[in-house]
């Protein structure tokens, strides 16, 4: 893949508004169910792929501070913003391991394309793949060469959890999602909107693949798929 990629809102609005847009995703419901089908575990390592702002692989590395949280995306304004909030997340948990002595949480932000991701963490090396809203505004053979980066990635028997634009089940879902399309492009979103991932998971040689929860929202239904490298 090249150094091209999409940018996180596509062509709807510039970067420094993700968070306020995703926000209307119900993002607080979608991204504690990544966390719960993640369980990261201490010690274990979870990459975060096409992290965004930051928010999930944060809410990840709160969850289990002694696990290692790498968050990627080839963004440099997004990774910024994620690193504006680590520090925030920082300060605050320097406050509250003062309090408690509980650790606080930290990621460590790597700038790559998620098909790059054996050159930066190695073949075999992650128990834990998540990625959210990225695989929408790929191509069909973009989409297919980050679940095959993952897969390379993964330990036997690791987990991938993708929440992502799904199967738009109901006329109301499908109207809602044209948002989406109209900012990321039709060609690459419909595919997502008449259910390929599950396909494409599996394909990618995941077993195990399940749509786990389906949260409908203002711009379409988000699936949760979990899988494992068998």
Not at 131 to 136: A, D, K, Q, Y
Not at 208 to 223: F, K, L, N, Y
Request: hydrophobic share 40%.
């Amino acid at each position: 893949m090249s150094d091209d990629f999409t940018p996180a809102l596509g062509r709807l609005a510039p970067t420094r508004f993700y968070d306020p847009v995703v926000a209307l995703t119900r993002e607080r419901r979608w991204r504690s169910s990544v966390v719960m089908y993640s369980s990261p575990r201490p010690g274990e390592t979870v990459i975060d792929v096409g992290c965004g702002t930051g928010s999930l692989a944060l809410l990840l590395a709160r969850a289990e501070p002694r696990a290692t949280i790498v968050g990627v995306d080839p963004d440099p304004s997004v990774l910024a913003a994620a690193e504006r909030k680590a520090a925030t997340e920082r300060k605050a948990a320097a406050e509250r391991k003062a309090a408690t002595g509980r650790p606080g949480a930290t990621v460590r932000w790597e700038r790559g394309m998620g098909d790059a991701l054996v050159s930066l963490l190695g073949t075999g090396s992650v128990d834990t793949a998540v990625s959210s809203l990225v695989l929408h505004q790929c191509p069909v053979p973009v989409k297919r060469a980050l679940l095959a980066s993952m897969h390379a990635v993964l330990r036997p028997g690791g987990r991938l959890v993708v929440a992502d634009y799904g199967w738009q089940r109901t006329r109301l879902m499908r109207l809602a999602f044209r948002t989406v399309q109209l900012a990321d492009g039709r060609a690459d979103t419909q595919p997502n909107a008449d259910g390929v991932l599950p396909e494409l998971i599996a394909g990618a040689g995941f077993g195990d693949v399940r749509e786990a929860e389906v949260v409908p929202t203002v711009t379409g239904s988000i699936s949760l798929y979990v899988a494992r490298r068998p």
